[in-house]
Each structure stands twice: as structure tokens, then as C-alpha cells.
């Protein structure tokens, strides 16, 4: 540029077609400035960072000076650049608006197609996809399985290079393992300490004094802490799915595990329904084995309605896009958040948007594979949203609720607790550079129209969430649990899923009210074809 007397705090971009060249996207990284001063170039050039995809028809983008990018709305000095971010908010507001996906559950974005994304919303996957086609072939059997040993046979495929796999296939069937995968398999945040039983679980102290210590008891065991309880009371008189004409089903239980002396946390009592009922038996690890088993087979497809569905889609994925639409609604692009947040949130719209369209829609996967199919979504989302709080999506307070913290052989908990540490602190110092006190949270508009955004689409007013924000504690405990639910927790309870196939995904039996034996076991299983069902 020719001599200049003033600093640039703006440089403009605008993407024109012209006649005869292809109309191509450009990925700008960033603008360098350079003045010209008697002739010479400055050697320092002024940065305009950008990093962006610019098209044709989004018009022309405003890059303020790099200098000048990140700050507060209350230390903006430059009214043009105040109203640079004004302007940015209203066309984001424009374009990403609010729908109701399910009432009661967190609102989504309101979008029809991949398209409307724009280019910096939208990416391209590059994750090979699993090698399932194996299982086409099966996929097309309608019959039901006629052992244990036929159905380990086709995952023998998948697991043969898997370690993991392998593992599991040999330990699935053991107590120990059950209460392992509580701690540390697909859904750790359910199981949690209880020093009192629920009032609906028809367990006695004659029952499981079998399976306690010789000189104890189940009253001075709940008294040391060392019972725990699986409920999976959300589930109750949940619709289950018809799949092909067949009804599956679905069971509310109970299970009580109890941490014995060698430090295994292993489960003593199952009840598959939670009204306690001559035809709702008390299964118990004295049953027979295939009782038994079948009993803690139901228990894992409870586990798994209850994992994709609120651990896994609610907790993480509806959370993250709650986070990144009202992030782009009500923090400009120079506001410090926006640019923690939204590296960790920016995918979710695209992601989220596939899965409604796919996942979660008619003909998708939970229409024709899972027995919590479109109805039951719709009641699982909605009754889960009510009863979450802010403590359990918080890691220190949600383990020390749970009473897991200390647990033996907890990795999950312990790694949870050193990844959440982690960000505290990261979170913590990127807030000091920006605020310098507590009134510098209470007196910034932008992030309070955020939290009244979050709160008005998110959850229920009596879930705790933070109403607004008056310390900076406050605001790093709400971030910290933000970015550790759309990084590590999802994680957590998404990638975990590929190496342990104990979970089913529906049942085509109702819950045994009687005692069965090994082969009426087997009709609870999902046919060759559900089994192997490739999207």
C-alpha cells in the first residue's frame, strides 16, 4: 500500500466471478499488510488473520487487525469495529435459527440440508469406514440363532486382530467383567453408590447373604458403602420398536452390585421391571447360568437404549450443538469464547444434522434395528432432559455423587478427573488474560445473552444451570464442563463402542417373568438379520 498514517483495522474480502473462470471456493488463511514508506516496504507487515472459506455468494467478509481481534465488547474502543461485530451477530442470527427437535428436549438448528452449513460450518469426513461387508450376506437371514457359539462365530472376524475384541469375547459371560463395564465400558455414568435401597427393588437381606462376606450382611455392607445400583427407571413404559411386523421390548431394571473383598465390583441381584410383582423375579448369581446370564443380557440392552441415547446423543452431541448455535448467535468472532469454544463445538452441526436426517429418522438405523425405535426417542430425550442437572455433566461433583471416585480399578473416573483438572486450569488462564476481575464477568453483555440463550433452548430451569454468571470461577466451571463433554466424554462413550459387542440393541421376547432354560435364551436375541445389520 502506498504511505499510510494510520493503523488498518479492518480489511475487507470479497470473492467476485468473473466471466470465463470456474466459480471456485478460496480457503484464505490469512491478509498481509505491507506499507510502503519513501519507496520501501516495511519489513513488519500488518496481519489480518482469516482463516476462513470465502464464496462468491456469501458477499464481502470483514477481518479486523490481529492486534485487535480477540477482546471483550467492553474493552472495544473502535466504534467501527464494534459495529463490525453487531453486523457479524445479526447475520449469524439470520442464518442459524432455532428449532424444537423434540419437546422438551435442547433445541437444535433450524436446517434442511448440508448446504445451508456454508462452507466453514461443513467438512469433509476422512475416517475409513468399519469393513462390515462380511455381514451383508447374513443380513438377508430371518431366523433366530441356535447358539452362543454360531453368534461369536461372525464376530470372530472383527475381533481377530483386536485385542480388546478378543478379550471381551472370553470374559463377556463373567461377573467381574459386568461390573467392569459399569466403571469403565461403553456408559460409565449411570452406575453410582447407595445406602439405602429403593423402595421398588423386592430384595431381602436371606437373599443375598450368599453373596456377601461370611460375617456381614446386606445392611452392614450398604452402611460401608460398598452397594452399588444400576436403575434404569427412564425406560420404564418407554414404546418399544416393531421391527419387520415383530414387536421387540424393553425392561426398566434394577441391579445391585456390591464391591467384594478382592476390590471386583460384581452384581448380586437383578430385577428386570420396576414394579416389584410374582411375575417380576429376583434373579440372583444362584440362579441357573443361563439365567443368570440371560438376566444380565437384559440388563446390557437396557445399558444400551440408555447409552446411545442420553450418555452418548443428549449429554455430548445435543449439548455441543446447544453450545456452538448460541456461541454464533451471541459471541462475535473476536470474543475470547467464541474462539475456545469453537474448536470443539464447530462440527456438531453438520454431524448432528446427518444423524436426525439418518440415524434417528424414519427408516434409519433405531427405525429398523433398535428396540428403542421412533416413539421411544421422543420419550427417553424428553424425560431425560427433565431430570438432568448441572452437577452430574460436571466431573469432580458427578463422581463424588455417584460415590465412584475412589472405586478400584475406576479408570474411567480417574482419567475423567485428570483430563478435567486439565482443562480447568487451561480454561482458567485463558479467562485471566481477558477478565481481569469478577465485574468483568458480571458487566459482559455479549456472554450473558450467551448463557440466556443456552438456558432458553437447553434444559429445564431446575436442572442448576447457571442463570447467569457473576465470578470468574462460575464461568470456568461452565466452560471446562462444556469443552470436556464435547471432547473427552464423548470420547468416552462413542469410540468405546467399537470393540465390545455385549450390548444388543433390541430383544424380540418380552423379560422372562419365569425362570427359562438355555434355549428359550436364545429367542430373546435379535435375528441373523438385525445382528448383522449394515446401515
Known sequence: LPELHHYLLLVRLKLEVLTGFPNLDWHCSKVEVCRMSAGQKDTEAQVFHCDKWLQAAEGEVDLPAALLAVCLLADETEEKLKLQRLKQLQRHQELIRWRTFIEGAPACADLKSLSELGPNLNFTSQNSVLDQHYLRGLSRREEPWKSFSELEMVFAHSGRHNQIASFVKAHWKEDWYFGYQCLNGCNPLLVRQTHLLPPNLAVTSDMLRPFLPGDSSLELELQK????????????????????????????????????????????????????????????????????????????????????????????????????????????????????????????????????????????????AVASGLPAIKVLLSRASARICYRSLCVPDDLLDRGVHKLPHSYYAEDALRVWDALHRFVAGWLDVYYSKDDDVKNDLELHQWITEINTHGYSQHSG?????????????????????????????????????????SRFACSPRVFVGFLWALWFLPTFQKTCFID
Not at 466451571?477 to 462444556?482: A, D, L
Not at 464435547?486 to 467399537?498: D, G, I, M
Open 225 to 368: 458403602g460398598t452397594i452399588y445400583l444400576l436403575d434404569y427407571e427412564v425406560l420404564d413404559t418407554v414404546p418399544a420398536n416393531i421391527i419387520n411386523g415383530k414387536q421387540t421390548y424393553l425392561s426398566a431394571p434394577l441391579c445391585l452390585l456390591h464391591l467384594n473383598p478382592e476390590g471386583q465390583l460384581v452384581p448380586i441381584a437383578i430385577q428386570l421391571q420396576q414394579k416389584p410383582d410374582p411375575q417380576n423375579p429376583i434373579f440372583l448369581p444362584s440362579d441357573s447360568t443361563c439365567d443368570w446370564l440371560l438376566a444380565k443380557m437384559w440388563v446390557h440392552n437396557a445399558d444400551f437404549q440408555y447409552h446411545q441415547l442420553i450418555s452418548h446423543y443428549l449429554r455430548t452431541h445435543m449439548m455441543s450443538e446447544l453450545c456452538c448455535i448460541a456461541t454464533l448467535r451471541q459471541l462475535a468472532e473476536s470474543h475470547p469464547l467464541h474462539q475456545l469454544l469453537m474448536p470443539h463445538v464447530r462440527t456438531s452441526l453438520k454431524i448432528n444434522l446427518q444423524a436426525r436426517g439418518g440415524l434417528l429418522a424414519p427408516g434409519g438405523v433405531f427405525d429398523h
Open 465 to 505: 444451570f447457571p442463570q447467569s454468571f457473576c465470578s470468574k470461577a462460575e464461568l470456568c466451571k461452565f466452560v471446562t464442563m462444556i469443552i470436556f463433554s464435547c471432547s473427552a466424554l464423548h470420547a468416552a462413550v462413542n469410540f468405546s463402542q467399537v470393540s465390545p459387542p455385549t450390548h444388543r440393541a
